[in-house]
DNA sequence: ATTATATCCTGATCGC
DNA sequence: TGCGATCAGGATATAA
């Protein structure tokens, strides 16, 4: 579930690994990961890595012939993690989905589940689709109001629409709710302005702390270098369904939503307004 | 137009 | 101890 802060975390571990490093050879062991487009970004290098919503992206930059650039964008959905290898032996084949042999040493794109996604793209501005990003001075607390103005969606679905905000999952859905107190199920459209604003800081904040942690390992994320994030100490109720509420000592609950968990305070986030 | 549901996929866990 | 059933969820396609 690498969501904003697994995904920056993995992002800025690879970016002093990887810029610079041509591309020398490509090998794709999943089929649905199509290995005929992948193939061509052969002999280009890497010219900057960072994170493009839930998705790693690496600018690529052909250094013979006509100047070009192109993008190789790696979205790990559930359980793909990229690691990086000074190894020449040969990798832990289990899992192993692409191979990514650089001029000094490979990257590795392991995925049991097999959601993940690569894909090329010449342009990144060019999709609409795609929502605002909370780390980005754009967006502000009226930019928050004005994309929630109207949804009748609970928030906790709303936050996960990745066509409104990018980045958060089902984790720091149920976090941000939490610090923001405000009840999950409450329609997106119907926060007062004071409500609005509090979402609004809550949603930065709680993504911020998460990315100085290196994220959260729940169960499968692992950063560049296979090692685990810090966050899940921090988790106030994602998976502590029966337990205390650490800042009321009430119980936390679970609920289902959109047949995914959520889980809350009901004495630090009431139902009513 | 908006919102809800089924689907993909496999490892881990659960109950008998 | 073994084994089938269930759960986990990001995003898309399809249905309502």
New binding site residues.
């Given amino acids: 579930?690498p969501?904003l802060p697994e995904v920056e975390t993995v992002a800025r571990q690879l970016a002093p690994l990887l810029a610079g490093r041509r591309i020398k050879r490509v090998e794709v062991l999943d089929a649905?990961l199509d290995a005929g487009a992948l193939g061509q970004v052969q002999g280009w290098t890497v010219a900057e890595v960072f994170r493009h919503?839930?998705q790693v992206a690496l600018k690529l930059a052909r250094t013979r012939g006509k100047p070009a650039e192109q993008f190789l964008l790696v979205?790990l959905?559930?359980t793909g993690r990229l690691i990086w290898t000074d190894s020449t032996a040969p990798p832990e084949p289990r899992h192993l989905r692409v191979r990514f042999v650089l001029d000094r040493g490979s990257l590795l794109f392991y995925d049991?589940?097999?959601?993940g996604l690569l894909t090329l793209k010449e342009c990144l501005t060019d999709d609409s689709s795609i929502g605002l990003d909370p780390m980005t001075p754009s967006f502000t607390r009226q930019a928050l109001g004005g994309l929630l103005a109207g949804?009748?969606?609970p928030l906790k679905?709303w936050l996960?629409r990745?066509d409104q905000l990018v980045g958060i999952?089902?984790?720091y859905a149920s976090e941000i709710l939490f610090a923001a107190r405000l009840h999950p199920q409450r329609p997106a459209g119907a926060l007062s302005a004071d409500e609005c604003a509090r979402l609004h800081r809550c949603v930065q904040a709680v993504l911020k702390l998460a990315v100085k942690h290196c994220g959260t390992t729940f169960s499968d994320f692992q950063d560049a270098h296979g090692v685990t994030g810090r966050f899940q100490r921090l988790l106030q109720v994602y998976g502590r369904e029966g337990q205390l509420c650490k800042t009321c000592g009430g119980e936390i609950v679970r609920l289902v939503q959109?047949?995914?968990?959520t889980f809350y305070c009901p004495v630090c986030q009431p139902a009513g307004q």
């Fill in positions: 579930m969501e649905k919503g839930k979205h959905r559930m049991p589940r097999r959601f949804s009748r969606q679905t996960l990745q999952g089902n984790i959109q047949q995914r968990s």
